[in-house]
């Protein structure tokens, strides 16, 4: 199956700069690939996702990177606020429907 | 208001005991997820469902069992098998599309005391 692996565990950034967040994943037939954003003590909420037929999608300070070839996929958080900090989840969805998880990504943003 | 609802929040069990956590949506979802975090494993794939009365193992499916016979509701029992039941257990819907976006219920978390 899918396995996703996600860089770095923590990330901590100054408030206003940017974060990156890097994801591998292993299969390639995989063709959707979303952000996900929890809080602590709420669930997780989709924040941006990205279809392989697409190279980057950008929705305000989030923008996020796909490399096919390569297989790997970013997260770009610019101009980074204190509600910024949370957990980072990326996935990706393979051709039976499922959903495979990284293991996560701690933001600190410190003001 | 449509979504996912989960419960109960809280649980509590004593070892030896089965327990069943209750996931229920009104999105009109076909596919139907169970995941377990645990601090520092992100979300762990334990069953999956497409259809109803279809359903398929994850990652980490033992000692747990599912059931799909409504396409509203996903059942999750831990029986008395799974080792380690203390956890936060999330529960997920998608659409038909493949490409569709994961909509998580709050979560369950479970207590083996």
């Known amino acids: 199956g899918e396995n996703v692996e996600q860089h770095p565990s923590t990330l901590s950034v100054q408030e206003g700069d940017s974060a990156v967040i890097k994801c591998t994943y292993s299969?390639?037939?995989?063709?959707?690939f979303p952000w996900y954003k929890q809080e602590l003590g709420k669930r997780p909420q989709l924040i941006i996702d990205?279809?392989?037929?697409?190279g980057e999608k950008k929705d305000q300070r989030i923008a996020v990177t796909l490399n096919k070839t390569a297989k790997h996929f970013s997260l770009h958080i610019t101009e980074t606020q204190p509600e910024d900090s949370a957990v980072y989840f990326c996935?990706?969805?393979?051709?039976?429907?499922?959903?495979?998880f990284g293991k996560g990504n701690q933001v600190v943003v410190i003001p | 208001d449509g979504g996912i609802t989960q419960s109960p929040k809280y649980l509590f069990r004593k070892e030896g005991q089965n327990v069943t956590l209750s996931c229920e949506q009104n999105?009109?979802?076909?596919?139907m997820y169970w995941y377990r975090q645990d601090p520092g494993q992100g979300l762990r794939l334990i069953y999956y469902?497409?259809?109803?009365?279809?359903?398929q193992k994850g990652d980490i499916a033992e000692g747990y069992s599912v059931s799909r016979e409504k396409k509203e509701s996903f059942p999750l029992t831990v029986t008395s098998a799974q080792k380690n039941p203390t956890a936060f257990y999330l529960c997920?819907?998608?659409?038909?599309?493949?490409?569709?976006?994961?909509?998580f219920g709050e979560g369950s978390r479970l207590t083996v005391l």
């Open positions: 997920a819907s998608r659409g038909r599309a493949l490409t569709g976006e994961l909509f």
């Open positions: 299969d390639s037939a995989s063709n959707y």
């Open positions: 990205i279809r392989s037929n697409v």
């Open positions: 996935a990706a969805i393979s051709g039976n429907n499922r959903l495979a």
């Open positions: 999105l009109n979802h076909d596919a």
């Open positions: 469902s497409q259809i109803v009365n279809d359903f």
